[in-house]
């Protein structure tokens, strides 16, 4: 795998991913959350993001004998608007009964549905467009919290542009080969480390020091790729698995902070942290495949390239 045919084809997939995925890993899933109360009466808090798609209207969807019972609480945050208030139901309780969210559009919008119910149990799921509805099952089942926890891990890591690029510039340092499988798993094992920790509540960092940790790995990586080639290799070059792995416990980090949006199930946590991990390395592993697939085809399809599409990857990082 040549080093300017890994960089051109970077420079091209990165130049979409970007202008699709800028914004996209600051827009949170909206996050529906249920609660049952005493006396048949559920504690409903919406929370959307105030950047939402064109033309793209959230709304929960609750039981419909259930009617409402307070006045709703706005209040607005940075990036997000919650609103609260409380309904009142029969008996029944939410077992067995469908809850969602319309307006979600394929491609575009998800959301997370978390269910407290009356014993303690929660019920957790990722809503789709595919799949707006949520029928509450009486305890929820691993192969649920799994599928669902990977979706979530799936989506994070491929509408990340930072976690990209940071993974575009180790397959620009590296190159392929034996190199590459040992930095892109020293990246996974930091990051696996950070994420469990922070999840379980032992390792806690404010979740913007550890976005401008991880652009700081990005930039680090971009400075080392623009060194003159003839320069003496670094240390970066030299062992490129050790600064993967240093800096997969920051990237590590940013993925805790996704996952403590939604939250851990109780009684499944250990399910939803493999689930989500395993979605990340999904996705992470697909994003290489289709670069080093990229670079197989415009290897074949052209023998002649501008100057400028060497840098360019490293300008976009």
Not at 9 to 20: P, V
Not at 71 to 89: F, H, K, N, P
Not at 174 to 190: D, E, H, K, P, S
């Amino acid at each position: 795998m040549s080093r300017p045919l890994q960089l051109m084809a970077l420079w091209l997939l990165l130049a979409g991913s970007f202008a699709r995925s800028a914004g996209a890993h600051s827009m949170a899933p909206a996050l529906l959350e249920i609660e049952e109360l005493a006396e048949h009466r559920l504690a409903v808090s919406w929370k959307i993001p105030m950047l939402q798609p064109t033309g793209a209207t959230l709304t929960p969807v609750l039981p419909p004998e259930c009617i409402r019972d307070s006045a709703v609480d706005e209040t607005s945050g940075i990036d997000s608007l919650t609103a609260r208030w409380v309904v009142r139901c029969d008996a029944q309780g939410l077992v067995g009964r469908t809850v969602g969210v319309e307006g979600l559009t394929t491609g575009q919008t998800d959301a997370l549905v978390r269910v407290t119910l009356a014993d303690g149990h929660v019920v957790q799921a990722v809503l789709r467009a595919s799949e707006p509805r949520l029928t509450v099952p009486r305890r929820p089942g691993r192969l649920d919290v799994l599928r669902s926890y990977g979706a979530l891990g799936i989506e994070h890591i491929l509408t990340g542009v930072d976690h990209l690029l940071f993974i575009g510039g180790l397959l620009l340092l590296v190159g392929g080969g034996r190199r590459l499988l040992q930095t892109i798993t020293a990246f996974t094992a930091g990051h696996s480390v950070t994420l469990s920790l922070a999840a379980l509540g032992v390792a806690a960092v404010p979740s913007r020091l550890a976005e401008v940790a991880i652009a700081g790995s990005v930039f680090i990586l971009a400075v080392e790729l623009a060194r003159p080639t003839r320069s003496p290799p670094s240390l970066l070059r030299r062992l490129p698995w050790v600064m993967a792995g240093l800096f997969g416990l920051l990237h590590g980090l940013g993925f805790a902070g996704a996952l403590a949006e939604v939250g851990l199930p109780a009684g499944e946590i250990p399910s939803a942290l493999f689930g989500f991990n395993v979605g990340i390395e999904a996705g992470q592993l697909a994003f290489v495949g289709v670069v080093c697939a990229a670079v197989w085809v415009i290897g074949r399809l052209t023998a002649r390239r501008p100057v400028w599409i060497e840098l360019g990857p490293i300008y976009v990082m």
